[in-house]
């Protein structure tokens, strides 16, 4: 009886000790799941945060990869517009050097025009005084004034030339047409108030302004010689035309001959 007692209670105690142990290794299984599963989560939130590395980097990547190709386009433009620019500035160049080498032979060409000028105002004045003397104070004047302009420093070459020119052309228009004008006449001493006439620088007349008188100009003497009575009216009619106070005709007006070669 008392050895069955003894085997009852060493049962007993060795399910007591295996039941101990059952639940030291539930336990342990318990903890090591735990662990597991907070390594999985620390594993998770790496493998996140890595993914958020990696996404932003993208981001970065291609922002960058943006603004690199923004950059080349720039960089691409950029280098037309200067090939333009330097086409223009090339353009330029050839003109700046075309008008050096033009300002360059602006003195080589003053010095041949200036000597030119001077005697184109010395053949002017030479030719006033041995043309007719229509207007010829007028035109003397004309000729100081030309000389005075070339010894002005504040007026250009260019300018001095074209004003001789001009005169030149004046000298022209006194060759054509009818041209009548008002002066005075002086006439054995006398000073006669006359209407002057020319056709040209065919015949040059005059007109006392009482219609009674009329001379010519002869070529040949230089002197003024009186006309017959014959030519008073003819030459007043053509003195109104020049005036455009009468219509156009014919008229009947001498003229001095030129002398023929002998």
Same mark, same amino acid.
């Given at each position: 009886?008392?050895?069955? +007692? ?19 290794? =539930? ?26 590395? +990696? ?40 003109? !700046? ?27 002017? =004045? ?13 035109? /003397? ?22 004003? +001789? ?6 000298? /022209? ?29 065919? =015949? ?10 009329? $001379? !010519? ?6 002197? $003024?010689? =009186? ?11 053509? +003195? ?23």
């Amino acid at each position: 009886m008392t050895k069955v +007692i003894k085997r009852t209670k060493l049962a007993a105690t060795l399910m007591g000790v295996m039941a101990f142990a059952g639940t030291g290794v =539930a336990a342990a299984q318990q903890v090591d799941v735990a662990k597991l599963q907070n390594e999985e989560q620390k594993i998770l939130n790496a493998q996140e945060q890595s993914q958020q590395k +990696i996404d932003s980097l993208f981001e970065q990547s291609q922002d960058l990869l943006i603004e690199y190709r923004s950059v080349v386009a720039e960089y691409e433009n950029l280098k037309v517009y200067n090939d333009h620019v330097a086409g223009l500035v090339a353009d330029q160049q050839a003109t !700046i050097d075309s008008l050096q080498r033009q300002i360059d032979g602006i003195e080589e060409t003053k010095q041949g025009v200036v000597p030119l000028m001077y005697e184109m105002i010395d053949a002017l =004045a030479e030719f006033v005084e041995l043309d007719l003397p229509i207007q010829k104070e007028k035109r /003397l004047d004309r000729v100081a004034r030309l000389e005075d302009l070339m010894g002005n420093s504040n007026v250009s070459t260019s300018e001095k030339f074209r004003q +001789i020119v001009e005169a030149y052309q004046a000298e /022209l228009d006194y060759g054509s047409g009818l041209i009548s004008y008002q002066g005075n006449l002086n006439i054995d001493g006398q000073e006669v108030a006359v209407d002057f006439f020319h056709m040209g620088r065919v =015949a040059f007349l005059a007109q006392s302004l009482d219609l009674k008188n009329a $001379w !010519i100009y002869n070529n040949e003497s230089n002197e $003024w010689t =009186a006309l017959e009575d014959e030519y008073l009216n003819p030459l007043t009619t053509a +003195i109104r035309m020049s005036r455009k106070q009468t219509a156009f005709d014919l008229v009947k007006l001498p003229v001095f001959a030129a002398e023929s070669a002998e």
